[in-house]
């Protein structure tokens, strides 16, 4: 992950399987719906009938790599297809710059009928007009992936703009801290586990950055972090919020935030703990951990390491609290779609099949061992069915962001005028936090 990773518009984790195309750091584009679009909110296009005795064909737009793609195929798709009479769903992976292109079929009136989107893209362009409101097709579907009230309340909001329900979420990523075991065992020192505070958390990180080799120069480090993990983890930990619940302030002057900026600004690129920007720039962000450089690694629940064999999790260490954050994404309708009836079917029966493929299945009634574990691929088994104790804790603990119809906007000028600044030591976090709040404000109206 690159450093300006906490654009938020790009979150995720670096080495997810889950999120292959989405969270490399690269960036999402402006979370702006096609211009081109002209119809409200919530409206949908006249619905056409299908051919007598043929199924519709309804085409998924997904930032699937060519690995996640074959899985979703083969895992998902076939059997949905093989099961279903009234349509087919026809995948269409897209990779590289899924969200410029995705906006530029939806303005040119080619776009998917069904499409993923992650959390901070949804209001933006549910209000520009281009998702369909599938609120009261859901209330009247039967099964329990349609049901809103069956999702983890953190997670199903980021579906939900206006009070209208624009899509279902398909994964529920709460972030965890993961570990080598064979460093904490080399150095006599107990993994983590829940009773973590950060003043343990540091100082267990600072006990593992050492010279291994003794040529005088540091080649282990306790931690890393480059913008990743989200500094909302701190500021949430401290009482703290960026964005309030009803998105009408953004309080980041507060004693709160400030707090948890400054924690987050004593940890990143400190040579106690953690790889300079340099070496990160050098190695990679990711990369040292798999290689056994660094002892601790921050990521999402379906994260998985090459090159390790057994990888340990737990719980990010708590402040005042023990909110971690998750990312999420959603399978939203295009508000164009031919088949809008048929087409929330299809969302609903994907849905389902999805929660049941990645993890964590952002439903309290699927985040349990047994569902967990049967979603795990079979390649990844020996590395991940141990970490499972460790994703259901976090899941309940799991918060959201809030996002807005403008947070591209939102997130880029937080980086650049806050973030940025602050871990480059140019600038205070009080005096950082004054100078931006207006500007911050101005674009939740």
């Known amino acids: 992950m690159r450093p300006r990773l906490m654009r938020l518009a790009g979150l995720a984790a670096a080495v997810s399987f889950a999120i292959s195309a989405c969270g490399t750091g690269q960036g999402s584009p402006a979370a702006s ?31 699937a790599g060519e690995a996640e793609a074959k899985e979703l195929q083969e895992l ?12 087919e769903i026809v995948h269409e992976p897209t990779p590289a710059d899924y969200l410029t292109k995705l906006q530029s079929g939806l303005s040119a009136g080619t776009g998917p009928d069904l499409m993923w989107l992650s959390q901070e893209n949804i209001a933006g362009i549910a209000s520009r007009g281009a ?35 624009y899509g279902l979420p398909w994964i529920s990523q709460p972030v965890l801290l993961y570990y080598n075991p064979k460093l904490f065992d080399a150095a006599g020192v107990p993994y983590p586990d829940a009773s973590w505070d950060w003043a343990k958390f540091m100082q267990v990180a600072e006990s593992l950055t ?55 600004a004593n940890i990143i690129y400190n040579p106690k703990c953690c790889p300079s920007e340099e070496t990160i ?27 390790l064999d057994v990888v340990g999790a737990s719980v990010v260490p708590h402040g005042k609290n023990n909110t971690t954050f998750a990312w999420t994404a959603s399978t939203v309708v295009n508000a164009k779609t031919a088949h809008p009836d048929i087409a929330v079917k299809a969302l609903v029966a994907l849905t389902d099949g999805i929660h049941h493929w990645k993890i964590v299945a952002p439903r ?28 259901i804790e976090a899941a309940k603990s799991m918060r959201a962001l809030d996002v807005l119809p403008r947070q591209a906007e939102w997130d880029d000028l937080f980086w650049k005028e806050f973030q940025d600044p602050l871990y480059h030591h140019k600038g205070t976090a009080a005096d950082l936090a004054k100078a931006i709040k207006p500007k911050l404000e101005a674009l939740l109206k």
């Open 33 to 63: 719906a096609p211009s081109g679009g002209s119809a409200a909110p919530g409206s949908q296009a006249p619905q056409s009938q299908p051919p007598a005795g043929e199924k519709v064909k309804l085409r998924l737009g997904t930032w």
């Open 76 to 87: 998902v798709l076939d059997k949905i297809n093989a099961s279903q009479n009234e349509f």
């Open 131 to 165: 998702l369909l409101d599938v609120t009261e097709q859901l209330k009247g579907t039967d099964s329990p992936t349609a049901k809103i009230d069956t999702y983890f309340p953190e997670v199903v909001k980021t579906a939900v703009f206006h009070d209208k329900v």
């Open 210 to 264: 050492k010279d291994t080799d003794g040529d005088g120069t540091v080649d282990q480090w306790g931690f890393t972090a480059n913008g990743w993990p989200p500094i909302q983890i701190f500021v949430w930990q401290n009482g703290g919020d960026l964005i309030t619940r009803d998105r009408a302030s953004s309080p980041v002057d507060s004693a709160e935030a400030i707090a948890g900026a400054e924690q987050y």
């Open 281 to 307: 720039a050098e190695q990679g962000f990711n990369e040292p951990f798999r290689g056994g450089k660094i002892a601790m690694f921050m990521g999402g629940a379906a994260d998985t390491f090459e090159g």
């Open 364 to 391: 309290p009634d699927l985040a349990n061992t047994d569902t967990i574990k049967a979603s795990i691929p079979d390649a990844w088994k020996t590395q991940k069915e141990g970490q499972v104790p460790a994703m």
